[in-house]
């Protein structure tokens, strides 16, 4: 009897695959979205950096007045002891925490609530910011890394500044070995090999080099020994002229 593919594998969810979140040392959570957050002010100040290896940015742990600790994402230029803000009435301050309705134009802005109370979803990668474009009553728009704009409402929070950590792929692996335990940390799949290199018997894309010996398409419903290559495609191949001589 074969084994399994490692498609297959991985979506079993068995040991091997699994995230190895019992090293993970926090996790990342605005406050709850109360009394405080919605129209007051709460004060605190960064009481240590964290290097998660769950997270490829340095996090930081903010001590507030009423005893609570929260975990979040630090900004470039920020330093333990500097003060941090949480709430509607919030000073605009490096990485305190603000709706949008609350935060100029222009602004750089970073772990953004995708609705609010979620605790922060988007623009989280070392080096990344988004900015806020326009507002309107309902509406707040906001453009993203991706250079796409996002219509979010007004009371979705987010932190002021640029999420630490940008430059960290400028510099050069050097050896293999260093790029297998950087995924190690996060069980990431790596290396990632092409279907066609591999065997028959291992990808259904194998069994001779540059040369799937069947169709791209895959069906929507197809197991995950098969779901490879263009999924559901509406189409492929070029495209067919329809201007006529």
């Known amino acids: 009897m074969g084994k399994l593919l490692k498609q297959q594998r991985r979506g079993k969810g068995s040991g091997a695959y699994r995230a190895p979140s019992h090293r993970y040392k926090a996790e990342i959570a605005y406050r709850l979205l109360d009394d405080i957050e919605k129209s007051g002010s709460l004060r605190g100040a960064v009481s240590e950096f964290i290097d998660n290896p769950g997270h490829q940015t340095v996090l930081m742990r903010v001590h ?31 990485g305190s925490v603000l709706p949008l309705s609350q935060i100029p134009e222009g602004a750089y802005i970073f772990n953004l609530e995708r609705s609010p109370g979620d605790g922060g979803k988007l623009v989280r990668a070392p080096g990344s910011y988004a900015v806020v474009s326009s507002k309107e009553a309902r ?17 979705c929070r987010a932190q002021i500044g640029i999420t630490c950590g ?56 197809a197991p995950p020994g098969r779901k490879v290559g263009n999924i559901a495609a509406k189409s492929m191949g070029r495209r067919k002229s329809t201007t006529k001589d």
């Open 64 to 94: 507030f007045t009423n005893g609570e600790d929260v975990v979040l994402p630090a900004p470039e230029g920020i330093a333990i002891g500097d003060e941090v803000f949480s709430g509607a009435v919030s000073p605009l301050r490096l």
């Open 166 to 221: 940008g430059g960290r792929l400028e510099r050069p692996m050097l050896k293999a070995g260093v790029n297998f335990f950087k995924k190690h940390a996060q069980n990431r799949k790596w290396p990632v090999n092409r279907g066609v290199h591999m065997s028959a018997y291992t990808h259904p894309f194998g069994g001779k080099q540059h040369h799937k010996g069947r169709s791209s398409a895959t069906s929507r419903g």
């Open 139 to 155: 509406v707040i728009y906001v453009n993203m890394p991706s250079r796409h704009t996002l219509e979010l409402q007004p009371t």
